[in-house]
């Protein structure tokens, strides 16, 4: 009998009481505008509590819900609150920059590994949730480092299952060119093998198509070997995979999958976004400010730059490699439009390089490859 008054009792002292607001939400990033997400209430409260939800910047704004489910536009930081009232009182949180959206990479990008977490914006994915993922390892390709990423298929069986890394999301809408290099090492265990498969996504992860696969011998960078793979500095080989297809496209995600099949461990480096991009905001087909022309492109030792259109006055050129760094500039004063300039080009190494010509704040910015 006391039990039961006790029970009645406190029946009655918790549903005279404010509620406590308290909520959480299905992932608090999203990857693209438009995308949505799904809030989930976790208020501590009786059932004829009510609910206001403030969603400043999306849609809806303002919800009565309990739970709702709610879309971001556009890129960026969003508070959320949530009001909870019943007949005792009412109860506010408030989380501000709670929502974000899943931030652009600008070009070029690099990842070395050498941090000791890997960066948030790098996700790891675990197919068949199996714990089996990928993981830092401590040893670096070519020695230039100590830590890399690697995949143990070797102690376990996990086969057909095809664990990703996620990059983060890149911007291509400027580059004029691009790629991706990698730096690998794999060694196949007799009569079992794995493959390392690269995919793109331009619908925000809706969809991947592949753009690179390699598995067995032709991944391997050593001969077949039965013992726990452990790369040293020879044992590494840089890939090299063309960017070209993406151009234009303004969020693009990249996933390194290990397709497993019981083999051995593979291990990735220096993940590397190399692109030439058009700062001038004047895309390669845009209008020419001064006319530049360059010949002979390929180049040697020497080529030559005309400026058909330019008035005459001072100007700069700039050339830039492929990671963005200023790697020659000379200052030139043009006397008459359509003059000729010479440039010496021989301390350049081979490779592809953007030549940047700049005068009073206008820009024009030509490929120059070299030879
Ligand atoms: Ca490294
Ligand atoms: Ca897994």
Redesign the pocket.
């Known amino acids: 009998m006391l039990a039961i008054l006790l029970l009645l009792y406190m029946d009655k002292a918790v549903a005279q009481v404010a509620p406590q607001a308290d909520f959480t939400v299905s992932g608090n990033y999203y990857f693209c505008p438009g995308d949505t997400l799904q809030f989930i209430n976790q208020s501590v409260a009786d059932s004829a509590t009510t609910y206001t939800w403030f969603f400043p910047g999306a849609f809806p704004p303002v919800s009565h819900l309990k739970n709702p489910v709610v879309a971001y536009g556009s890129d960026g930081a969003y508070d959320v609150t949530l009001v909870a009232t019943n007949q005792y009182g009412s109860d506010t949180t408030f989380r501000p920059h709670y929502i974000h959206s899943d931030p652009v990479q600008s070009l070029p990008g690099l990842e070395d590994f050498e941090a000791s977490a890997l960066s948030p914006d790098w996700k790891i994915e675990?197919?068949?949730n199996?714990?089996?993922?990928w993981h830092l390892a401590a040893t670096g390709s070519y020695n230039l480092g100590h830590q890399s990423l690697a995949f143990d298929n070797l102690n376990n069986n996990?086969s057909g299952?095809r664990?990703a890394l996620r990059t983060p999301k890149f911007d291509f809408t400027h580059a004029l060119s691009a790629r991706l290099r990698f730096d690998v090492a794999y060694v196949v265990y007799p009569g079992y093998s794995d493959s390392l498969a690269i995919l793109a996504s331009v619908d925000c992860g809706e969809s991947y198509f592949s753009i690179y696969q390699k598995g067995g011998e032709d991944l391997a960078t050593i001969p077949d070997n039965t013992g726990f793979f452990v790369p040293d500095s020879s044992q590494w080989r840089t890939e090299t995979v063309d960017l070209d297809q993406l151009y234009g496209q303004d969020e693009v995600y990249f996933k390194f999958e290990n397709i497993a099949g019981y083999g051995q461990l593979m291990y990735l480096d220096n993940i590397r976004f190399e692109a030439l991009v058009d700062n001038t905001g004047i895309t390669a087909q845009g209008t020419p400010e001064f006319g530049v022309s360059l010949f002979p492109n390929p180049a040697g030792a020497q080529c030559y730059f005309t400026l058909k259109d330019a008035a005459p006055g001072a100007y700069d050129l700039r050339i830039c490699n492929l990671l963005g760094q200023t790697v020659y500039n000379e200052h030139w004063n043009i006397s008459q439009p359509g003059q000729t300039i010479s440039v010496q080009t021989g301390d350049l190494s081979p490779g592809l390089y953007m030549a940047e010509v700049s005068h009073l704040g206008r820009k024009e910015q030509v490929k120059l490859v070299i030879r």
């Open positions: 675990d197919d068949g199996d714990g089996v993922v996990v299952t664990d």
